[in-house]
C-alpha cells in the first residue's frame, strides 16, 4: 500500500474511531437505549419464561414398518389416515432418525418385528420417537399416537367380535428429555433481543438524527456515508452481543436450558441476525426519516414476525400455506431454527450451514442498500 493510502487509511479509522465514541457517549447517556438493550432481554426472559405454555396441531412423521403384516399396515394406515399427522412411511431407523435430526419430522412412528404376533401375546409395542425441542409438539404428538392406536384398536375390536389385544406405546423424547416448554421458548428470545436491539433501536436512533438535522450537519463534513454508518452501529452492534450474553447466561442460570452445541457457532450466526436487523434499521429509518413512522414500519416488518411467523411462539407448519410462504421473507424464522438446533441438537450442520447462507445474504442485500440510501440523501 502506498503512503497515500495508509494516510486515508489511517484518517477514516480516526473518523469512524471519533464517530463510535460520540455514538456510544449519547448511548449511554439515553436511559430508553439502555432500557431497551439491558432491562428489556431480562424483562423479556422472565416473562416468556415463566409466563407462557404453548398449543399446536399437525405433526410431521415418519413411519418405520419392520414387520411386514397386515396388522403392522393396519396400523400404519391408522397414522396416515389420521388429521392430526402428515405420515411418511420410510425404509429404516436410519434414514427416519436423519430426517429427525435435519427437521423434516417431528416424531417417528416404529413398527417392530413380530408386531402381528405380540398382539397375540398381549405385548405389542409400538415406539414413537418425538423430537422434544418443542415440548408442546411433543406433549400433542403422544396424545396423537394415542388417538391413532385407538382407533386401530377399535377397528380390530370390531372385525374381531369385540376383542382385541393391548397394545403399549413406548415413548422417547430426543433433545427435551424434561418435555419442557421453556427449553423450546427461551432460545427463541435471543431473536426478540437482537430484532429490539437491531432494528427498532437502530431505526428510532437513526430516524432522530434526521428529524434534527443532525446528518445534514455530518454531510458537510469529509466523513463519508460508510463510515457515518458505521460509527452509528458499531455501538448498537456491540449492545446486541451484551444482550445475547444475558440471554445465554439467563438460560443457562434461570432455566436450566442445556447447550448442545459451539458457543462460537452460537456467536457467529447471531452476528449475522444482528446485521440484518442492523441492516433493515438502517433502511427504515432513511426511508421514513421520522422516529413515528419508523417504528411503527420496525414494529409491523420485523418485531411482529419474529414474534408470531418464525416458529418462536407458533409452529409454521400449522399455518395455511400461503402464509407458510410467507414466512420465509422474514429473516427471524432462520435465527430462530439455528437457536433451537444450537442449543437442543448441537452442532447440525445441515441445518445451520443452509439457514447461515440465508442470514449472510439478507445482511449483504440489506446494508449494501443502506449504505446506498445514505449516499443519495448526501447527494
Known amino acids: 500500500?502506498?503512503?497515500?493510502?495508509?494516510?486515508?487509511?489511517?484518517?477514516?479509522?480516526?473518523?469512524?474511531?471519533?464517530?463510535?465514541?460520540?455514538?456510544?457517549?449519547?448511548?449511554?447517556?439515553?436511559?430508553?437505549s439502555i432500557a431497551i438493550g439491558i432491562i428489556m432481554p431480562v424483562a423479556l426472559l422472565v416473562l416468556f419464561g415463566y409466563g407462557i405454555n404453548l398449543d399446536i396441531k399437525n405433526v410431521p412423521v415418519a413411519i418405520v414398518i419392520e414387520d411386514d403384516s397386515g396388522a403392522a399396515r393396519g396400523m400404519a394406515s391408522s397414522f396416515e389416515l389420521s388429521d392430526y399427522f402428515s405420515a411418511r412411511r420410510v425404509k429404516?431407523?436410519?434414514?427416519?432418525?436423519?430426517?429427525?435430526?435435519?427437521?423434516?419430522?417431528?416424531?417417528?412412528?416404529?413398527?417392530?418385528?413380530?408386531?402381528?404376533?405380540?398382539?397375540?401375546?398381549?405385548?405389542?409395542?409400538?415406539?414413537?420417537?418425538?423430537?422434544?425441542?418443542?415440548s408442546n409438539t411433543a406433549r400433542i404428538s403422544l396424545g396423537y399416537a394415542q388417538g391413532a392406536?385407538?382407533?386401530?384398536?377399535?377397528?380390530?375390536?370390531?372385525?374381531?367380535?369385540?376383542?382385541?389385544?393391548?397394545?403399549?406405546?413406548?415413548?422417547?423424547?430426543?433433545?427435551?428429555?424434561?418435555?419442557?416448554?421453556?427449553?423450546?421458548?427461551?432460545?427463541g428470545l435471543i431473536v426478540l433481543v437482537m430484532t429490539l436491539i437491531g432494528a427498532l433501536l437502530t431505526a428510532l436512533v437513526m430516524a432522530r438524527e434526521w428529524e434534527r438535522g443532525t446528518f445534514e450537519a455530518l454531510f458537510v463534513t469529509p466523513v463519508r456515508s460508510v463510515e457515518i454508518l458505521l460509527g452509528k452501529t458499531i455501538p448498537y452492534f456491540l449492545l446486541g452481543l451484551a444482550g445475547l450474553a444475558l440471554c445465554v447466561l439467563g438460560s443457562?442460570?434461570?432455566?436450566?436450558?442445556?447447550?448442545?452445541?459451539?458457543?462460537?457457532?452460537?456467536?457467529?450466526?447471531?452476528?449475522?441476525?444482528?446485521?440484518?436487523?442492523?441492516?433493515?434499521?438502517?433502511?427504515?429509518?432513511?426511508?421514513t426519516k421520522s422516529q413515528f413512522v419508523a417504528s411503527q414500519v420496525t414494529l409491523f416488518a420485523t418485531f411482529l414476525p419474529a414474534m408470531m411467523l418464525s416458529g418462536f411462539m407458533y409452529d409454521p407448519r400449522s399455518m395455511p400455506f400461503a402464509v407458510q410462504i410467507i414466512t420465509y421473507i422474514f429473516p427471524a424464522r432462520y435465527f430462530v431454527t439455528l437457536l433451537q438446533t444450537l442449543f437442543l441438537a448441537g452442532n447440525i450442520w445441515g441445518v445451520i450451514l443452509?439457514?447461515?447462507?440465508?442470514?449472510?445474504?439478507?445482511?449483504?442485500?440489506?446494508?449494501?442498500?443502506?449504505?446506498?440510501?445514505?449516499?443519495?440523501r448526501i447527494a
Request: cysteine-free.
Open 252 to 287: 443457562k442460570l434461570l432455566f436450566g436450558v442445556p447447550f448442545r452445541g459451539s458457543l462460537v457457532i452460537l456467536t457467529i450466526v447471531s452476528m449475522l441476525y444482528l446485521l440484518v436487523a442492523l441492516g433493515l434499521g438502517l433502511v427504515i429509518s432513511s426511508a
Open 354 to 376: 443452509p439457514n447461515a447462507a440465508v442470514l449472510a445474504a439478507m445482511a449483504a442485500v440489506l446494508l449494501g442498500l443502506s449504505v446506498r440510501l445514505t449516499r443519495k
Open 92 to 134: 429404516t431407523m436410519v434414514e427416519a432418525e436423519q430426517m429427525l435430526m435435519s427437521d423434516d419430522i417431528r416424531a417417528i412412528v416404529r413398527i417392530p418385528r413380530d408386531f402381528a404376533r405380540s398382539i397375540q401375546l398381549s405385548t405389542a409395542e409400538v415406539q414413537l420417537i418425538v423430537n422434544g425441542a418443542d
Open 149 to 187: 392406536v385407538g382407533v386401530w384398536a377399535a377397528k380390530e375390536a370390531a372385525r374381531n367380535g369385540g376383542k382385541v389385544s393391548g397394545i403399549t406405546i413406548v415413548s422417547r423424547l430426543w433433545f427435551n428429555e424434561a418435555n419442557d416448554s421453556t427449553y423450546f421458548l427461551v432460545p
Open 1 to 32: 500500500m502506498s503512503d497515500q493510502g495508509r494516510s486515508g487509511l489511517a484518517s477514516a479509522l480516526r473518523r469512524i474511531r471519533a464517530l463510535v465514541r460520540k455514538e456510544a457517549w449519547q448511548l449511554l447517556r439515553d436511559p430508553s
